[in-house]
């Protein structure tokens, strides 16, 4: 029975390289898989490439590439990526021409379009946000981008070209990996049972170290062992969807039926009814299986219809936040952050602009969550502000009145930071699928 | 008792809303904890943070809750003005839960 070994090699944008470059070494992979798109990624590189029509996509690409196409090419293991994020073709072309700067000749790297819809999203303005349930209009900013998610399709028809590197905007993240499945064993894309054990799969797979002991450890109760050196993990499969997940041997973190359901639920709401571009998923009946040591078989996935639409995340300018931090230790540290915060609150109220969703938090004691009792006393806390503003420049007041408590505020005031950043949201729509053109572009060094 | 003692949680974001799992390391303690954290009391132990309603999804063959917040993270990781704006640590608070 034929089988494939798919790896993961990023589980966000900014992920470690080493392990990826392990799996291929040493992991007898067929493919390798990098996500690295989050929800608001697109939304950037979409106004990096305003900037800079040659940008847009992913900032650590030709980085991650130098190391993996000459183990791709060695090893004859097919990348897929969506680091592409807002310009797949230019993210194309250029590794088309590091592929030759590193002397790999016969590298055919592809490109999916068409999850873009930026210069059309005029037409939809009349549709209902998720989110709010009000029309998109209501949002009433400049929107300027728009991305669907797409499916495994445009993966597919580049992998039946002979693709080797396959460069896509927005795609889900588990349709990355269950398109070399779809691939590889000719399942038919409307066998739900089988999109869904595929889109499993990629599921377990999309967030790399968070299946192999990543986001996992507690000390004293949760232990992981080697956790500075985590491997990614890979998936063995057969044809009858029947498999396993597993990580290389010789490198930290362990898989286990806990850190497998852990990774099964994330930022799953109805296990039942998991809406992908591919399918509607379904893991409520899914287990796990311990066959060895760091090796766990999974089965019970199923499937249903895919919807007729697509979701899209529209991108617009929502204003900036300020932020300042500045931090107060030694007895009597908390009344005197307290103190700081009301000095700032004060001023803050006497600005001429508004201010929302304004926060002020004592790192330490309840920034995080804020429900539980004030502590007596502890060695040391951090007074954190931020709140939004409509300019940059009335954001920069919310961080300098932060800073000015050095000379001005309580006694012993530390180690302040000020930040400025641009807010750029996201309001999601759903657009029927047949309003797009997916096509995929190749270049052959 | 706490709930540290007998599970494990993980926390995920989608815009605003915030998901729960929460794994029994030994199953026999399942029911118990299934019986404890209802919908209800979940929305309760996280007070002001959670505005929306919490939903309950059971996988007892894996031992696990998985518990949907809505309007739980201030917007959301693309406007929320919070430290932990995705609301990654919310999972580690209910450890605190005693039996």
């Known amino acids: 029975m034929k089988k494939i070994r798919i790896g993961s090699g990023a589980g966000y944008a900014g992920d470690r390289l080493e392990p990826a470059l392990e799996l291929m070494e040493h992991g007898n992979l067929n493919y390798i898989c990098f996500e690295g798109l989050a929800e608001r990624t697109i939304a950037l590189a979409q106004k990096a490439k305003k900037a800079d029509p040659e940008k847009g996509y992913n900032d650590l690409l030709l980085y991650r590439m130098e190391k993996v196409l000459p183990l791709a090419h060695k090893n004859k293991i097919k990348v897929i990526t969506n680091m592409g994020a807002a310009n797949p073709k230019k993210a194309m072309e250029e590794v088309a021409k590091l592929a030759t700067t590193l002397g790999l000749k016969n590298l055919k790297v592809a490109a999916v379009i068409g999850d873009d819809i930026s210069h059309k999203i005029q037409d939809y303005i009349r549709e209902t946000v998720i989110e709010t349930g009000q029309p998109l209009s209501e949002i009433n900013k400049d929107l300027f981008s728009a991305n669907a998610y797409l499916g495994s399709d445009g993966i597919v028809e580049a992998l039946s070209n002979d693709a080797d590197i396959i460069i896509t905007g927005r795609v889900a993240d588990p349709s990355l990996f269950l398109a070399p499945l779809l691939y590889e064993f000719e399942w038919e894309k409307t066998d739900w049972k089988k999109m869904g054990i595929g889109t499993m799969i990629g599921h377990l797979l999309e967030c790399a170290g968070q299946a192999t002991g990543g986001y996992f450890a507690d000390p004293g109760i949760k232990e992981v062992p080697d956790l500075w050196n985590l491997g990614f993990p890979l998936v063995e499969v057969n044809d009858a969807g029947e498999g396993f997940i597993t990580k290389l041997e010789n490198t930290g973190g362990m898989v286990t039926t806990a850190t497998c359901t852990e990774q099964l639920l994330y930022e799953i709401h109805d296990p039942e009814n998991y809406l992908t571009p591919d399918c509607t998923a379904d893991f409520s009946k899914v287990t796990f299986h311990e066959l060895q040591k760091d090796i766990i078989e999974f089965s019970g996935a199923s499937g249903k219809s895919a919807t007729a639409t697509y979701k899209v995340s529209v991108g617009y300018l929502n204003g900036f936040i300020g932020e300042g931090q500045i931090s107060y230790g030694g007895p009597n540290c908390i009344a005197r952050a307290l103190l700081a915060k009301e000095i700032v609150e004060k001023r803050l109220e006497n600005l001429p602009f508004p201010i929302s969703k304004l926060r002020c938090d004592l790192i330490g004691i309840n920034s995080l969550f804020d429900e539980g009792e004030m502590p007596k006393e502890i060695n040391e806390v951090r007074l954190r502000v931020a709140g939004k503003t409509n300019t940059k420049e009335q954001a920069q007041f919310i961080a300098n009145e932060v800073e000015t408590l050095y000379t001005n505020g309580p006694y012993g005031g530390g180690g302040a930071t000020k930040k400025v950043e641009e807010i750029i949201s996201i309001a999601s729509i759903l657009v029927p699928k047949d309003d797009f053109e997916i096509n995929v572009l190749y270049k052959t060094n | ?99």
């Open chain 2, 1 to 99: 008792m706490k709930l540290w003692e007998v599970a494990h949680v993980r926390t995920g974001d989608k815009g605003n809303i915030s998901n729960v799992s929460v794994t029994v390391y030994d199953p026999e303690h399942f029911n118990m904890v299934s019986e404890k954290l209802t919908p209800e009391f979940i929305k309760k132990w996280f007070g002001k943070q959670v505005l929306g309603e919490v939903k309950r999804y059971d996988l007892p063959q894996l031992g696990a809750l998985n518990f949907v917040m809505y309007d739980a993270l201030g917007g959301g990781v693309t406007s929320s003005t919070a430290l932990d704006k995705h609301g990654k640590t919310l999972g580690a608070y209910l450890l605190d839960i005693p039996f």
